[in-house]
């Protein structure tokens, strides 16, 4: 009997075909913190694919409608957020507003962009979770403007303990609709690895900051 494949499976499964994730042990990617990475996420290839695009939003929907149902505003973090979760605010009949990587250098100076009002409960959606900073960024944003956070909800996280531990400090609940365990399950059994490429992501995952080709 053939086992129910997860939410969370499905997901990943659609990262790596469409190589919106991309696997590479042997020539590893450099990220902007300057760790080496033998992965490298990037959702924003998910617009390009209908199927994935629509897999996503109603992910997104359906984990906002059964955990967070108090949510009168969707914020979408610039700049991987903000399509989906412009999708979602559609699907949803709420607001969007989105949130800048920093201040507008001109008018208003804005960081969040948008009608909100103070007090609203706003639900954050972000592409990506690495260790959290960027994504926090935004949360804090949100607070300085008086929005109460509900939460946020993001495609992928690798799931390190730093962004855990980020999230709990500010008191802001984290859902993903995939994760770096359900990725490389999907990456085994789509053959999408070898037996010496897995060891080299696992490896990684222990101990990302110090990890060596």
């Given at each position: 009997m053939?086992?129910?494949?997860?939410?969370?499976q499905k997901i990943a499964e659609s990262l790596l075909k469409i190589?919106?994730?991309?696997l590479s042990p042997q020539a590893p990617f450099t990220w902007a913190s300057g760790w080496k990475s033998p992965i490298y996420c990037d959702n924003r290839q998910t617009l390009s694919f209908p199927d994935a695009r629509r897999l996503?939003?109603?992910e997104f929907v359906r984990n906002i409608r059964e955990k967070f149902g108090n949510t009168e505003v969707i914020a979408g973090v610039a700049t991987g957020g903000?399509?989906?979760g412009a999708l979602v605010a559609e699907a949803l009949d709420l607001p969007f507003i989105y949130v800048r990587s920093s201040s507008k250098g001109h008018?208003?100076?804005n960081k969040v962009e948008g009608y909100l009002e103070k007090g609203?409960?706003?639900m954050v959606i972000e592409d990506l979770v690495s260790t959290g900073k960027s994504s926090l960024d935004a949360v804090e944003a949100l607070r300085a403007a008086e929005a109460d956070i509900v939460g946020m909800a993001?495609?992928?996280t690798y799931g390190f303990e730093v962004a855990k531990e980020n999230f709990a400090k500010v008191n802001c609940e984290l859902i993903t609709l995939s994760n770096y365990t359900a990725l490389i399950k999907e990456a085994i059994a789509l053959n999408y690895v070898d037996e010496k490429s897995l060891r080299s992501l696992n490896e990684w995952r222990n101990d990302p900051q110090n990890w060596k080709a």
């Open positions: 053939q086992k129910t494949r997860t939410a969370k190589k919106a994730v991309k996503i939003r109603d903000i399509a989906h008018g208003l100076q609203q409960k706003v993001a495609i992928f």
